[in-house]
């Protein structure tokens, strides 16, 4: 009678659970990854983390939460503002809890579906373990990972919304990054006048099409179209700064080849994500074009192959490709209400 009873039980059990992840999922609405025209396949594997609005929505939640960390004033969303293309403003390297400064300029997180690997050095191989980094890092978040398990298993609201967007109220380290992954990957910025330019919807001015010829002269070998960037690492001749002795991918693979090389970042939206360089160390983006024209020097150590072959601008030609970096702006995506902190 015992064993029978037992039994009983257990299948009584199992048959509640899935009856409650499938009645969860009927509230759940599938949403479908966009690839924009002419853009490679994304390299995220969205079968392993389906997209849902639900998920979406409670990852963005958790983006803008400053309760996940430590001392419940930084959230994601601190180091990677909308308005400035999702990294920071206003200071070189990015700053965390007490004040604490790191040691690098926060990242865009723009099109990270398209990205084999995450963070100047390429610490992170997978999108979805990413956020471990940021919330427990001493000078970003912070945080223990059991805390904010904690914080979010205490909070009726959160579980209800776990369990509507994973079926299970009980919420796991998978889930979480799960959902966090959801919105960041989602970020996608295609809709600038260069997007318009290429679909042939608009046309670009003389002076930003002499832009886009010295981009493919100079510029496209590493931050190359539609992304403008790479999977790849280079180092572009910058000494080292001696406020952080930043060795790059070096710190990662202790490869002394890997010295000094940095993850080529995106140049979309370039117009509002100064600081520029891997420690911020340039505000302007005349900075840049100076240093690369004028600065740069081709007997740096492990300076990149790409950038062997001395250039220089003219003042006209540094403007010309300035004119067409800004076309690389997309304002519909750096003011769009889905991403912002929800209300």
Not at 2 to 15: A, G, P, R, S, Y
Not at 25 to 39: A, D, G, M
Not at 268 to 284: A, C, L, V, W
Request: aromatic share 12%; with cysteine.
């Amino acid at each position: 009678m015992f064993l029978k009873n037992k039994i009983i039980f257990i299948l009584l059990t199992l048959t509640c659970a899935l009856i409650c992840s499938f009645t969860s999922e009927l509230f759940r609405t599938s949403i479908q990854f966009e690839v924009p025209n002419k853009w490679p396949k994304p390299h995220y594997n969205f079968k392993k983390n389906p997209l849902t609005e639900e998920g979406f929505q409670l990852g963005r939640r958790l983006f803008y939460d400053t309760k996940l960390s430590r001392d419940n004033t930084i959230s994601c969303s601190s180091c990677h503002l909308q308005y400035t293309g999702f990294t920071h403003v206003d200071h070189s390297v990015s700053h965390g809890i007490d004040g604490r400064k790191g040691t690098r300029n926060a990242p865009a997180l723009i099109n990270l579906a398209w990205n084999t690997s995450f963070h100047w050095a390429g610490g992170v191989n997978h999108l979805d373990v990413q956020p471990l980094n940021p919330i427990q890092d001493k000078n970003e978040m912070d945080q223990k990972l059991d805390s904010v398990l904690y914080y979010l298993n205490q909070s009726p609201s959160y579980r209800k919304q776990f369990y509507i967007a994973f079926g299970d109220s009980i919420i796991s380290t998978s889930d979480l990054l799960h959902a966090i992954t959801q919105f960041t990957v989602s970020l996608v910025s295609s809709n600038s006048k260069y997007d318009a330019y290429v679909n042939g919807t608009t046309k670009f001015t003389e002076q930003e099409e002499n832009g886009l010829e010295l981009f493919n002269e100079h510029c496209n070998s590493c931050h190359t179209a539609p992304l403008f960037n790479s999977n790849k690492y280079r180092s572009n001749g910058l000494p080292i700064n001696s406020a952080y002795h930043d060795l790059g991918r070096y710190s990662i693979t202790k490869n002394p080849k890997d010295s000094l090389l940095f993850r080529v970042p995106t140049l979309r939206n370039i117009q509002y994500t100064e600081p520029y360089m891997h420690d911020g160390r340039f505000s302007k983006l005349r900075d840049v074009i100076n240093y690369y024209s004028d600065g740069l020097k081709q007997n740096s150590p492990h300076l990149s192959k790409e950038l062997r072959k001395k250039f220089t601008l003219s003042g006209n030609q540094k403007k010309d490709l300035i004119a067409f970096l800004y076309t690389l702006s997309d304002k519909k995506f750096l003011r769009n209400k889905r991403y912002s902190f929800p209300r």
